[in-house]
């Protein structure tokens, strides 16, 4: 198994998430999510640095695969047909982002089909932690 960097997470998000997870049943990602959720360290919203990405949060980042850079909104499910740019947090890319800082490189990240990618998080242009958005 590949090394993964570091993941904090809003306690917020966490119980929201592990609604979903439990819900999603013997999905593959929700599998996936449900890893991240339980390495990664539960901070509660306002302890929440500036340069992680939580649910909701705007981030630029390269698909290292594909050699190509790109802007989403890290969403719920519920929100996506609302969110012009979003990606599912229930997508694998979506699963993967969640919690990571900026700098940090996810490799070999499980996509359908078999394949894989690898991410690099270049920046947060919005974070609702950061706005003092805390229980959204």
């Keep these: 198994m590949v090394a993964r960097p570091p993941l904090i997470i809003n306690r917020l998000d966490a119980e929201r998430l592990q609604r979903l ?3 999603a049943g013997e999905d593959a ?5 449900e890893e991240e959720l339980e390495r990664g360290e539960v901070l509660e919203p306002e302890q929440i ?5 939580s ?3 705007r981030v ?3 698909d290292l695969t594909r050699e190509r850079e790109i802007v989403k909104t890290l ?3 519920h929100a996506l047909d609302a969110t012009e740019d979003g990606v599912s947090v229930m997508a694998p890319v979506g699963a993967a982002l969640l919690g990571l800082h900026v700098g940090d490189v ?3 990240w499980p996509l359908p089909g078999g394949k ?6 270049d920046a947060i242009l919005w974070q609702p932690e950061r706005e003092g958005q805390f229980h959204r």
């Design 21 to 23: 997870i439990d819900a």
């Design 29 to 33: 990602v929700a599998l996936s999510l």
């Design 49 to 53: 640095p500036a340069d992680v990405i």
């Design 55 to 57: 649910m909701n949060s």
């Design 60 to 62: 630029r980042f390269t």
């Design 75 to 77: 969403v719920y499910p």
């Design 106 to 108: 996810i490799e070999e």
């Design 116 to 121: 894989q990618t690898s991410l690099r998080v």
